[in-house]
């Protein structure tokens, strides 16, 4: 994937989970640590103590991130844990507030931002966006329902493009799965890979690369 800042660049296309939010198995690792859960036998995701094939997978995009929500729930369910992740999380304990701050300030700063979602209408419901508290920092917010097929396929970006009025390559598109990385790639767009292993180093990287 492209390091290389391009002179044309004027517009950052974000993905939601996993940057503005920590991922949600980040979430169930703590949950899992407040109830003795067996966290070495679970999946749970790259900041997980156990092995997990199956987020690997879904980084190169061969599951889904529902496939794989599926996966963890059966694997809870095998150790007699009764969870879902969809309901029972508390998402307000999982804001990254540094990733605000560069949103603002991008935007400040007059940079054309826009919001692409896969899955936020699973964890947030209908309509989400209607009364989402930071939808005033886009320009453009789009999730993938209303496109009708998810990243990595290329309406959802070129969907974006459309709404910011930029071509694919003057945007940036910022990813915690590579394969979704790769799908921005192939209309045009330069992407960068947001590690949540090391949120804080990503973050200085990307701005790095936003304002130098």
Known sequence: MSSEKKHTLDAVIW???GIMYRFFTELMVDVGKERGWPLDRLPLGPTGPGPDPYYAAM??????EPDY?????????AESIAFSPYTDLDFSRGERPAT????EHLQQAGWKQALLTNDATAWLGERWWESWEHA????AVVDV??????????EPYLACAEALNRSPQSCLFVDDMRA?????????????????TDPQTALAALLRRLTT
């Open 59 to 64: 980084d190169r995009g061969e599951i889904s």
């Open 100 to 103: 605000w701050r560069a949103i």
């Open 69 to 77: 929500v599926v996966h963890i729930v059966e694997a809870l369910a």
């Open 180 to 196: 979704n990385c790769a799908g921005a790639e192939a209309v045009g767009m330069q992407s960068f890979w947001f590690d949540i």
């Open 15 to 17: 993905d939601m989970g």
């Open 136 to 139: 005033h920092l886009f320009d």
């Open 145 to 154: 329902k209303s496109v009708g097929v998810r990243k990595p396929a290329p």
